[in-house]
């Protein structure tokens, strides 16, 4: 059977997911074309599998560690024709016909395999090498289902997905913390005077806020120097970005809005906020 037949089922596989899943970015919205929809659907599907294996449940480090593994081999068997379930089948035909390359879904897998080994980070170069595979891939296999297939623009939307990535960790540090985890570089916590024992206090000091409110703008950078991919993109596509980086800054705002406590307020987008990241691109292009 084809994509185009199990996509109704994968949809509604997804929206089931997604209702479980706190999610800041629209994924698989109707901005995407038809032909792509299903395909983005299960690509969700594969990248939440894998997070919910690390994130998700009280296991022991071993033993999400066992089942990523075994996930990970289901793929690669997959990938040789090998299914151990429809879901496995459906999405190597989407590799297949939309001619995606296959490590960036092994990137993704490292990632989350990483996050089980790795809780904190010495530099913000190490930091973004982490992004590389947790967040970059993604933007990648997105131009890829749209036939986009130039470094340089990959390039663009690498600084998208790492302002992604990024916005999400000074948005959960508190939450990160609780599952053992500090993305907050070893090295920022000293250029500003302080170390993660700061994060534990009740009084967040002013050199904790100044350090987050650093994070915070070199990201708006990064979100600004990708925005520069839009001319290059299709207008539905060029819709569907604008979106998610007004998703992304928005949630910066609101630090900000926050005096950058992060520990006492964690920034959500509300359906309003939807609403206006979703007008706003749209506006501009009818203009």
Same mark, same amino acid.
């Given at each position: 059977?084809?994509? #185009?037949?199990?996509? *109704? &089922? +994968?949809? @509604?596989?997804?929206?089931? =997911?997604? /209702?479980?899943?706190?999610?800041?970015?629209?994924?698989?919205?109707?901005?995407?074309?038809?032909?792509?929809?299903?395909?983005?659907?299960?690509?969700?599907?594969?990248?939440?599998?894998?997070?919910?294996?690390?994130?998700?449940?009280?296991?022991?480090?071993?033993?999400?560690?066992?089942?990523?593994?075994?996930?990970?081999?289901?793929?690669?068997?997959?990938?040789?024709?090998?299914?151990?379930?429809?879901?496995?089948?459906?999405?190597?035909?989407?590799?297949?016909?939309?001619?995606?390359?296959?490590?960036?879904?092994?990137?993704?897998?490292?990632?989350?395999? #990483?996050?089980?080994? *790795? &809780? +904190?980070? @010495?530099?913000?170069?190490? =930091?973004? /090498?982490?992004?590389?595979?947790?967040?970059?891939?993604?933007?990648?296999?997105?131009?890829?289902?749209?036939?986009?297939?130039?470094?340089?623009?990959?390039?663009?939307?690498?600084?998208?997905?790492?302002?992604?990535?990024?916005?999400?960790?000074?948005?959960?540090?508190?939450?990160?913390?609780?599952?053992?985890?500090?993305?907050?570089?070893?090295?920022?916590?000293?250029?500003?005077?302080?170390?993660?024992?700061?994060?534990?206090?009740?009084?967040?000091?002013?050199?904790?806020?100044?350090?987050?409110?650093?994070?915070?703008?070199?990201?708006?950078?990064?979100?600004?120097?990708?925005? *520069?991919?839009?001319?290059?993109?299709?207008?539905? =596509?060029?819709?569907?970005?604008?979106?998610?980086?007004?998703?992304?800054?928005?949630?910066?705002?609101?630090?900000?809005?926050?005096?950058?406590?992060?520990?006492?307020?964690?920034?959500?987008?509300?359906?309003?906020?939807?609403?206006?990241?979703?007008?706003?691109?749209?506006?501009?292009?009818?203009?």
């Amino acid at each position: 059977m084809t994509n #185009q037949k199990h996509g *109704k &089922k +994968e949809l @509604e596989e997804l929206v089931n =997911l997604a /209702d479980e899943h706190y999610e800041n970015f629209p994924v698989a919205s109707l901005l995407f074309p038809k032909n792509i929809r299903n395909d983005v659907a299960l690509i969700y599907r594969f990248a939440r599998t894998a997070d919910d294996i690390v994130d998700e449940g009280n296991d022991p480090d071993e033993i999400k560690h066992n089942k990523l593994s075994s996930f990970m081999n289901e793929f690669e068997e997959a990938l040789n024709g090998n299914y151990k379930n429809n879901f496995w089948k459906l999405l190597h035909n989407t590799i297949k016909t939309k001619q995606l390359n296959s490590e960036h879904f092994l990137n993704l897998l490292e990632a989350f395999e #990483q996050d089980l080994h *790795k &809780k +904190e980070y @010495e530099t913000f170069d190490e =930091l973004l /090498d982490y992004c590389r595979n947790s967040a970059n891939p993604v933007g990648r296999i997105i131009l890829e289902l749209n036939d986009i297939r130039d470094e340089s623009i990959n390039l663009l939307s690498d600084d998208i997905c790492t302002a992604l990535q990024l916005t999400n960790f000074w948005q959960d540090v508190k939450i990160d913390l609780q599952k053992g985890r500090i993305y907050i570089p070893k090295e920022d916590f000293k250029k500003f005077g302080t170390d993660k024992s700061s994060l534990y206090g009740e009084q967040k000091t002013d050199n904790l806020r100044q350090l987050i409110k650093f994070e915070s703008e070199r990201t708006e950078k990064l979100f600004t120097e990708g925005s *520069k991919i839009l001319k290059f993109l299709p207008f539905r =596509l060029r819709l569907q970005i604008r979106w998610t980086i007004n998703g992304g800054t928005k949630i910066i705002e609101k630090i900000k809005k926050n005096e950058y406590d992060v520990m006492n307020f964690r920034p959500t987008l509300s359906k309003i906020d939807f609403l206006i990241a979703l007008i706003k691109p749209v506006a501009k292009n009818v203009k």
